[in-house]
């Protein structure tokens, strides 16, 4: 659900809570829906591969650091990555190319921006017209988000799985975090991805061997610059599991002394900005946020947004990729393979795809 800015704690129990129960006739239902919009014949295609990184379920479990982690690892093979997403959280609705020079949070989003700094990046609702104009950039594409929609027709999906809280209660949106249930996602995924341990996430890569799925390893590091490491701080975070950056904070040698947290994606205030500014003067704490966070308050023109983004302070994180030879050995031979086949196939039917 577009609309849902943060996950209810009962999704991530192990066992469905009284409420979740009853939900699950509405979960059914929208889980029924996805699903039958996943296995429908794709609008349109491109000639370079997508490879589409996604998830399971409703909420982040790191798409875009892993993004930014796969392609240099790409590159590094001779490839040229453009990235591709809806951009959330902006205006525009595309095709646009990002210009961090002239576009801001409020245009394409925060992910699009972060993805901007390391290769080209387009933003388009629509994504068919999204991938034309991206593989004019680069010869293969990088789709952050977008796993459970038809529209573009994906060379490969990479699908995360946080091994902290895996598929959550197993139910789907709104009774858990499913977008569609697993045994009907599972057909589309090239591979799984877990990120950190845990052994929610490790129950799900178990099932890869029956479902004959590439299953890899990676987690978020979290770094602070030597000045903040034993700083007392204010925390702030807008996202969906804003306790994912406090725990990061702790292990990066950040002591916390205040936190708060904010809907995935928060566009800040002036009257957030004001309350986070006072807390922290009056307790003489540094005020700290996310890289994505700090690109949504970058350009803001009321005073007390003004200062926040000058004085917050970045909790760095960085997406380490447990295999990336084996990752990118992988990539290469079913990209190859994929697309050989696919074009085989397109030439013998005829196929024509819809715009």
């Not at 000639?47 to 998830?55: E, H, L, Q, R, T």
């Not at 595309?94 to 409020?106: I, K, M, S």
């Not at 990676?218 to 406090?246: N, Q, S, T, Y």
């Not at 702790?250 to 566009?267: L, Q, T």
Request: hydrophobic content about 45%.
């Amino acid at each position: 659900m577009s609309g849902l800015r943060r996950a209810p704690s009962f999704w991530w129990r192990a066992r469905p809570s009284a409420l979740a129960r009853l939900l699950q006739p509405v979960s059914a239902l929208y889980g029924a829906i996805t699903a039958w919009r996943m296995a429908r014949a794709p609008k349109g295609r491109v000639d370079s591969p997508v490879i589409c990184v996604g998830n399971f379920v409703a909420g982040g479990t790191g798409k875009t650091p892993f993004a930014l982690a796969l392609a240099p690892l790409l590159i590094q093979n001779g490839w040229t990555p453009v990235f591709l997403l809806r951009g959330y959280g902006g205006r525009e609705t595309g095709p646009l190319l990002v210009d961090p020079t002239r576009h801001g949070a409020p245009d394409v989003g925060d992910e699009a921006l972060l993805l901007a700094e390391s290769a080209p990046t387009v933003v388009a609702r629509d994504r068919v017209a999204g991938a034309r104009l991206a593989e004019t950039l680069g010869d293969i594409l990088l789709m952050d988000d977008g796993f459970q929609n038809p529209d573009l027709e994906k060379t490969l999906s990479l699908v995360l799985v946080d091994g902290e809280t895996g598929i959550g209660n197993g139910l789907c949106v709104p009774a858990g975090p499913l977008r569609a249930p697993l045994a009907r996602q599972m057909p589309f995924a090239g591979a799984l991805v877990a990120i950190g341990d845990g052994t929610a996430g490790a129950a799900v890569l178990a099932r890869t061997d029956a479902q004959d799925v590439a299953a890899f390893h990676a987690a978020l590091v979290p770094f602070a610059a030597d000045d903040l490491k034993g700083a007392r701080a204010l925390v702030f975070a807008g996202i969906g599991r804003p306790e994912k950056v406090f725990r990061s904070a702790r292990e990066a040698g950040i002591e916390i002394v205040a936190a708060r947290g904010y809907p995935d994606h928060h566009r800040y205030h002036e009257s957030d900005a004001q309350t986070l500014l006072r807390e922290a003067d009056a307790q003489g704490l540094t005020l700290v946020t996310t890289r994505k966070d700090h690109v949504r308050l970058a350009g803001a023109t009321t005073p007390a947004l003004t200062e926040l983004a000058a004085r917050a302070r970045v909790l760095e994180v960085e997406m380490r990729l447990s295999e990336p030879e084996a990752l990118a050995t992988f990539l290469e031979t079913a990209i190859r393979a994929i697309s050989s086949t696919s074009n085989a196939k397109l030439l013998k039917s005829g196929t024509k795809f819809v715009d």
